[in-house]
């Protein structure tokens, strides 16, 4: 089994209701707020900043990190990489090895996975798995409404009295693309009915052949909000529904191990926590099991609740001074 030492995360401190972005195009948009970057904040301060957390949560030092594996579908540059960043920024070796994950935001889960398979194969002894995202949306557009930013980290390794572990994991690999957002454009989503159905099938598919089927916290990260619960009601689990689309947004892959940062926060020892990290082509379903009651110094709640509003104007700024369109 991998054990999970420490975990963290993280989400930019100011937020726009996402009634007034559609405000400034006389539209209406259903309840919640967006999160928004700061001018000086990207996907690598916020990776940092959730990859800090974890290691702090386990106590452990950045030198002792064997490989760092990290996620993202929002990088600005076509060839850089995040890994590499994160990895210095933690203090990690020269010798450490590092991975990058992109494309969708199952690149969260695929990056878990890669890293339970390298402590597996006595690879690394300690992996640093960290999935950040500052989703861009084109002015206008029923998108820019929900374009979040956020980031979590999770700190792997073997330890007696772990923080929780990891019990099962499931795949379905299923093809299907559906949403898809090309370079420097806005997200088109094509049938939205049929898109749900296609992930419902995908999620129920993965997390069906967990060996597990008693959870009593559940994230299923999604572009919308509305797709996590009636997944949860399709797979008829009697488990909390976790997720922080509401307060911050869709943040894809940083969203899903935001997400899972939350439902961790909220478990207690021996409950046990169901993720559904989907993407275009499929679902990765992880169960994990909480070991003790520790928490982060920094929870998830403690930055959802912290919080400042800005008006649209300045969440264009933001975002125009961040790079992020």
Same mark, same amino acid.
């Given at each position: ?28 948009? =259903? ?63 020269? =010798? ?96 939205? =009915? ?124 933001? =975002? ?6």
């Amino acid at each position: 089994m991998t054990d999970f030492v420490g975990y963290g995360s993280y989400v930019p401190r100011y937020r726009i209701q996402r009634s007034d972005i559609a405000a400034q195009y006389d539209d209406h948009a =259903r309840g919640g707020e967006t999160a928004v970057p700061a001018h000086d904040e990207d996907v690598t301060t916020m990776a940092v900043e959730a990859a800090t957390t974890a290691l702090d949560h386990a106590g452990a030092a950045g030198s002792n990190v064997d490989l760092v594996y990290a996620a993202t579908t929002s990088d600005p540059f076509d060839e850089r990489g995040l890994a590499p960043h994160v990895a210095h920024a933690v203090g990690a070796p020269e =010798r450490v090895r590092v991975g990058d994950f992109q494309g969708s935001a199952r690149a969260a889960t695929n990056a878990l996975s890669a890293a339970v398979d390298a402590l597996a194969a006595d690879r690394a002894g300690t992996a640093l798995v960290v999935a950040s995202d500052v989703l861009s949306a084109p002015q206008g557009t029923s998108a820019e409404r929900t374009a979040g930013a956020g980031a979590g980290a999770l700190l792997l390794g073997h330890e007696s009295d772990p923080v929780a572990e990891l019990v099962g994991e499931a795949s379905a690999t299923t093809g299907y693309v559906g949403r898809f957002v090309p370079t420097a454009g806005a997200p088109r989503e094509g049938d939205g =009915r049929f898109n749900r159905e296609q992930y419902l099938a995908a999620v129920t598919q993965a997390v069906g052949a967990l060996d597990a089927d008693d959870f009593d916290h559940g994230a299923f990260p999604a572009h919308d909000g509305g797709w996590g619960r009636k997944a949860a009601g399709a797979l008829d689990i009697d488990a909390e529904h976790v997720s922080t689309f509401d307060a911050v947004g869709y943040a894809a892959a940083g969203g899903v191990l935001l997400d899972l940062a939350a439902a961790l926060d909220a478990a207690t020892a021996g409950e046990r926590v169901l993720l559904a990290g989907y993407g275009p082509g499929g679902c990765d379903a992880v169960s994990i099991e909480r070991r003790t009651d520790s928490l982060p110094e920094t929870t998830t709640e403690t930055y959802l609740d912290s919080k400042e509003y800005v008006p649209y104007g300045k969440h264009r700024q933001f =975002r125009e001074q961040g790079g992020v369109a």
